[in-house]
Every structure is written in structure tokens, then in C-alpha cells.
């Protein structure tokens, strides 16, 4: 369940299935943490990289002191108590929704009920909802998290050498469109970025006709 983890299961995947040198390696989320660092540790196996909505480590410590940021993040507090088992459980998993709405809101022609009772299920035993919170409480240690010892900067501390997109929604404040500007400038020759107008942080579930055109003509230069 660590990232390191995650990054070193990307590349064992391609390996197991003879991906070549043209492979693209995308992410969303915890997968956009495992995109950034999988492809800077293996950039051999991947020629072009696509994120969505996890920008590079360094640009989260924008802002991090500021209140409104820390009730943005309050779940990765939140879920570090061993008493969010049972809170995140009660009444069909209403934190869940909250936290959903918390980051997308209504985004206008999406119809999230589909993708949230997915989601439920996915999570409907305490057995399954602990591991989603260890994602937490092993990435985010609160022992760790932000010290010297934190494991995640380690992993994370090279940006692709590949052409990468970064898509990122609107609604989603993590970044704006001067940050997107920056994190562009950062990445190798060939690399674009988009706000995807409108859409929160579910963007691929929100906006699916232009976030894969956008990919599409990405992977087509």
C-alpha cells in the first residue's frame, strides 16, 4: 500500500506484459503519484506520461499553512485516527459522499450515482475500508509526514524526462492557472497541460469526451 509500492508495481506490470518502449503510462489521483514516479524511475519503459489531477509533490506545499488548505486535506488528518473505521462506515458511508461533493461538487451533466455506489461497493466490508484508509495512514504517517523522514519525497523527487501531459480540473483548487503554467515550464520538451473548464477532481468521470480528445492528440504529436 505504499507509494514506493505502487511506483514499483507499475513497472513490474509493464515488464509481466512485455510492454515495449512506446508504452504511455496515465494516472489519476494515487495513480498520478505512481505515474510521476514511476516513469522517472523507469523512464526506459515509458514514452509519454499523462496525470490528472495530482500535480508534482513540491507544488502542495503552496499555500500549506493556510486554513482553508488544511480543511481542503482535513482527510488526510482525519483518516490517520483508528476511530475513522467506524466513522467512515456509519450510515452507508455518508463521510464518503460528503468527501465526494467536498471535492467535485455537481458538475453540470454529470450524474455521479453510478461512479459513488461503485465506490461503496468497493469499500462495503471493514476488511476493505481499512485497507483504503492504510492508504493513509502508510503514505501519510503522522509519525513522519512532512519530517525528514517521510518516505514519499524520496520517490517522488524527480519529474519524467518523457513528454507529459497534465490535465487538471477547475474546480479542483489544488492548482490554478498560473501553477499549471509553472508545472508546464517544469517538465521536458514536448510536455502540455489544460484546465479542464467546469470539472472538479474526478475530471475523467466529469468531462470524458475532452479529457481523452486532449490525450488523444497528445499521444498523436
Known sequence: MRLPDLIADANALHEALGGGSDAVLI???????????????????????VVNDVPPLPFYDRGGADPARIERYVHFYFFQMAVADQLVAANDLAYLDWLWDHWTGNVPGYDSTEDRKA???????????????ELYRQNFPAATFGT??????????????????????????????????????????????????????HLLAEK??????????????
Open 27 to 49: 494516472g489519476h489521483d494515487w495513480g498520478g503519484f505512481t505515474t510521476w514516479g514511476a516513469a522517472a524511475a523507469a523512464p526506459e519503459r515509458w514514452a509519454k506520461v
Open 119 to 133: 465506490m461503496k461497493e468497493g469499500l462495503n466490508t471493514p476488511e476493505r475500508l481499512h485497507l483504503g484508509l
Open 148 to 201: 525528514p523522514q517521510w518516505d514519499m519525497p524520496r520517490v517522488l523527487d524527480r519529474l519524467p524526462s518523457q513528454p507529459t501531459l497534465y490535465l487538471h480540473g477547475t474546480e479542483d483548487p489544488v492548482v490554478d492557472e498560473a501553477t499549471l503554467a509553472e508545472i508546464i515550464a517544469m517538465l521536458p520538451p514536448g510536455s502540455d497541460g489544460a484546465m479542464i473548464e467546469g470539472a472538479g477532481h
Open 208 to 221: 470524458p469526451q475532452e479529457v481523452n480528445r486532449r490525450i488523444l492528440a497528445f499521444l498523436a504529436r
